[in-house]
């Protein structure tokens, strides 16, 4: 199975900038959908930023315009750079590997958003 660990979180003020790594066991971008979830405290897991295998993005409302999400197939590794974060981006994000064999979820990385 797949292993994916996120690193980068961190405490940031309102209007900074984050860059989270998701770094994947091996080689899988080829045949795996990656994704960014979020949680925070009382609420549901939600998607914030997928990849898909052929290389398609897609990102929740509430992140477009300050959220990208990459891959570098070299290093095995999936970006989010967060931009212009806010309070409300306050949460654990996960990274999600989907894939024909096997569905992985990392440890969960934790971004705290002061105002």
């Known amino acids: 199975q797949v292993q994916v660990v996120e690193s980068g979180g961190g405490l940031v003020q309102a209007g900074g900038s984050l860059r989270l790594s998701c770094a994947a066991s091996r080689s899988i971008f080829s045949l795996y959908n990656m994704g960014w979830y979020r949680q925070a405290p009382g609420k549901q897991r939600e998607l914030v930023a997928k990849?898909?295998?052929?290389?398609?993005?897609s990102y929740a409302d509430s992140v477009k315009g300050r959220f990208t999400i990459s891959r570098d197939s070299a290093k095995n590794t999936v970006y989010l750079q967060m931009n212009s974060l806010k309070p409300e981006d306050t949460a654990v994000y996960y990274c999600?590997?989907?894939?024909?064999?096997?569905?992985?979820w990392g440890q969960g990385t934790q971004v705290t958003v002061s105002s």
């Open positions: 990849i898909t295998s052929g290389g398609t993005t």
């Open positions: 999600n590997a989907y894939g024909p064999y096997d569905d992985s």
